[in-house]
């Protein structure tokens, strides 16, 4: 017992210094775990150890993929939704299917389905090896794409895996994997959505920020369990939960108890992030061990190794290449349409054009006995707040435009990580040549982390022009003041409280009180209709709501102690 104490107080040591230490000389973090981790696997102590993969797969995944969802700016996933999509599926299909191939060539007796499998394993980008990305100065689509990514592409590559080893032992029916791909996602997408309604409908009426943390902490497993059991995607249904509870819990979650699964949350993933590496590093002497063993060749996998990890970003490049030229053109048409985009919004926006396009609407309606139902003004709402989210989203893409600099940040940074190892090591043990395809996997990871992720700060720092700095910091003036201006407008919108004469009292201070979290109420729903609409740049908005939540805590802190 002593023993396993020492081990996790050792661990969450070097997990913390490696976070300060890392960035200090330059080298990201997860590098530094994983380098630490390989050293540890020489000690006598480590020789053999053994990481479960299931101990990866379900139980560190499904939280860490659940708080990243929390936390990724909902407009920017679904204004890049198109891109992730195509990532997170097609090109792990693609990729899978081309180191299939290439697999089956050069490991002999290998055979197509099983270099599938393999080429599933290594394909999909990994959720913690894409946040060293974050920590450089990147694009903010970029940054979206590749989160979005790494959320959903595990999905795709643990879905096609299992349908490739079916596929060695029955005959392989494309239709019928089509139709299990499916299966998984639409159940996982049903069960998330669920489990995220039902966590916000429990913890609003939870007042203990500590029991509701304590709640959240849940969400992931009790999404990703049910998933699993009915054959879907645990890891799609936690991701679900995740965008479920991020996108809502400003509505419905007070300020005390966001600030409280924000603080607690980025602890876990720090710890969660930091065990995905080190024990990524731990397993390399008893997987070099196994090879050995099965007399199948330590340098010829290192070798196939890096071929594999070449043809990845070869593929990748592929991909993105017409990816970019799609968005391009996608984002000159949306140019074109602004202007009587806006022509649209300018007539919405009066009394008199909202009720002559309301008959204009009506008019243009199949009769009564056509099937047809006349719009109501409702619809009209919705179609006027669609307009609007079309011209804010132009006006992003217009802004943040993606180039071959762009393009180079999304193949660049596309690294496998930990999460690719333990799928290797779920590979049935008659599987053949088993322990050298979990080297090949291991050092597909290991590459990628080493070459990419250390050179993506450099190369982005290279290639990235310099910034007008004194254009981006009016920039951002001209975005706060407009903010500013819809939460003056917004909390002039709550009536004044009646003036009593005297001195102060505690009736009066109660008054003044409710007036100010009533203003604060209409301001951070007025903020929150502007984020779903797109009209505010992300971090703007999530600046001006943070301000908000820290003034109502202050607020109720301070009548908690006058009472």
């Given at each position: ?277 080190l024990t990524m590093g731990l397993q390399i002497t008893s997987i070099v061990g196994a090879v050995h063993h099965d007399h199948a060749g330590v340098g010829i996998a290192v070798l196939v190794a890096v071929g ?256």
């Amino acid at each position: 017992m002593t023993e396993l104490l020492v081990l996790i107080v050792s661990a969450l040591v070097l997990i913390a210094a490696a976070a300060v230490v890392g960035p200090r000389i330059g080298i990201a973090a997860p590098l530094v775990l994983v380098a630490i981790g390989v050293g540890a696997s020489f000690l006598p102590w480590f020789a053999s150890v053994h990481i479960e993969p299931a101990w990866v797969l379900e139980g560190l995944l499904p939280p860490l993929l659940y708080a990243s969802a929390v936390s990724m700016p909902a407009m920017n996933f679904r204004r890049e939704f198109g891109a992730i999509s195509g990532l997170s599926v097609l090109l792990v299909v693609g990729s899978a299917l081309v180191l299939g191939l290439f697999f089956m060539l050069v490991l002999p007796g290998l055979g197509f389905a099983w270099g599938v499998a393999l080429g599933a394993i290594v394909s999909p980008t990994d959720a913690v090896a894409t946040s060293i990305i974050k920590r450089t100065s990147v694009s903010k689509r970029v940054v979206a794409m590749l989160d979005g990514e790494s959320l959903l592409n595990d999905a795709t590559a643990l879905v096609l895996l299992r349908t490739a080893i079916v596929a060695t032992a029955a005959s392989f029916s494309f239709w019928g994997a089509v139709g299990t791909f499916a299966y998984s996602v639409v159940v996982a997408l049903l069960i998330g959505w669920l489990v995220g309604w039902l966590d916000l409908v429990v913890r609003k009426r939870v007042t203990d920020p500590t029991v509701n943390t304590v709640i959240s902490f849940a969400v992931p497993f009790a999404a990703a369990v049910p998933a699993e059991s009915l054959g879907a995607s645990g890891l799609v249904a936690a991701v679900v939960a995740g965008l479920i509870t991020g996108v809502f819990a400003p509505r419905d979650l007070s300020p005390q108890h966001r600030l409280s699964d924000s603080q607690n949350w980025r602890t876990v993933e720090l710890v969660l992030e930091g065990i995905v590496f080190l024990t990524m590093g731990l397993q390399i002497t008893s997987i070099v061990g196994a090879v050995h063993h099965d007399h199948a060749g330590v340098g010829i996998a290192v070798l196939v190794a890096v071929g594999a990890f070449v043809l990845t970003v070869m593929v990748r490049a592929a991909y993105v290449a017409p990816l970019l030229r799609v968005l391009r053109a996608r984002a000159g048409r949306g140019v074109r349409l602004e202007d009587r985009l806006q022509g649209v919004q300018a007539k919405l926006d009066t009394p008199e054009g909202q009720r002559q396009a309301f008959v204009e609407v009506n008019a243009r309606q199949p009769g009564p006995g056509s099937g047809g139902r006349p719009r109501s003004a409702r619809d009209l709402e919705r179609f006027a707040r669609r307009v609007t989210q079309v011209l804010a989203d132009i006006a992003y893409f217009r802004r943040e435009p993606l180039g071959w600099r762009e393009g180079t940040a999304v193949v660049w940074a596309g690294m496998r990580g930990a999460v690719t190892v333990a799928a290797a090591q779920t590979l049935p043990h008659d599987t053949p040549q088993r322990s050298a395809l979990v080297l090949i996997a291991f050092a597909v990871a290991a590459l990628s982390l080493l070459v990419q992720g250390g050179t993506i700060g450099p190369l982005l720092r290279r290639i990235t022009p310099p910034r007008d700095t004194a254009a981006l910091e009016q920039q951002t003036d001209a975005e706060r003041t407009r903010l500013f201006e819809l939460m003056r407008s917004s909390g002039e919108s709550v009536p004044e409280p009646p003036q009593l004469g005297g001195d102060p009292t505690q009736e009066q201070f109660g008054i003044a009180k409710e007036h100010r979290l009533a203003v604060i109420a209409a301001q951070r729903s007025a903020l929150l209709d502007a984020r779903d609409n797109g009209t505010f740049d992300a971090d703007v908005l999530e600046d001006a709501l943070a301000n908000l939540d820290a003034t109502q805590i202050a607020i109720e802190l301070r009548g908690t102690a006058a009472t």
